[in-house]
């Protein structure tokens, strides 16, 4: 388990918690990075994911 709040580092992670004052807002599955290359995509889809959760 990691805390962060880089998108960047957080992509790299298979699944990404939401909280907000210690309650879980959601979670989201990213699966095992294959490769650096899909590094940029995995890190679009998690900013957008947070945007829309308020981040």
Known sequence: MMV???VKV???S???LYL???DIQGEIELGKL???AELGERERRLSS???ERGW
């Open 4 to 6: 962060t709040h880089s």
């Open 10 to 12: 957080a992509a790299m």
């Open 14 to 16: 298979d699944k990404v």
């Open 20 to 22: 907000i004052d210690g």
């Open 34 to 36: 294959g490769s650096d």
């Open 49 to 51: 994911w947070l945007m």
